[in-house]
Nanobody
């Protein structure tokens, strides 16, 4: 069974920090590409960060220098460390991963986004107040 479970969302003031966690089931932790997306009310989904099997990371321009994506192989958890948060960072954050058999460019510039909804988490809410 494929599972991705996010946690760590909450409400903070601008300038604050949060760390999101995504626990992945063992059968997909080895996926070539995984990452984080977000969606604000009334807006489309936005890619935030990706990390590939070798630890190579990419970030949306809007979060570069403030967010850090990482993963812990032993715990099978992917993290998103968010610092210097801004009100525009508010939204629901989702983790996602490719099926283990899929190998492709792990970057939003190549429009990376898992097509199968089974490979997405349920989301965790982040609210940043000014």
């Amino acid at each position: 069974q494929v599972q991705l479970v996010e946690s760590g969302g909450g409400s903070v003031q601008a300038g604050g920090s949060l760390r999101l966690s995504c626990v992945l089931s063992a059968n997909i932790y080895g996926s070539f590409c995984m990452g984080w997306f977000r969606q604000a009310p009334g807006k489309g989904r936005e890619g935030v960060a990706t990390i590939d099997k070798y630890g190579t990371t990419t970030y949306a321009d809007s979060v570069k220098g403030r967010f850090t994506i990482s993963k812990d192989p032993a715990k099978k958890i992917m993290y998103l460390e968010m610092n210097s948060l801004k009100p525009e960072d508010s939204g629901t954050y989702y983790c996602a991963a490719d099926p283990p058999s899929e190998i492709r460019l792990c970057t939003f510039l190549a429009n990376w986004a898992p097509a199968d909804q089974n490979y997405w988490g349920q989301g965790t809410q982040v609210t940043v107040s000014s």
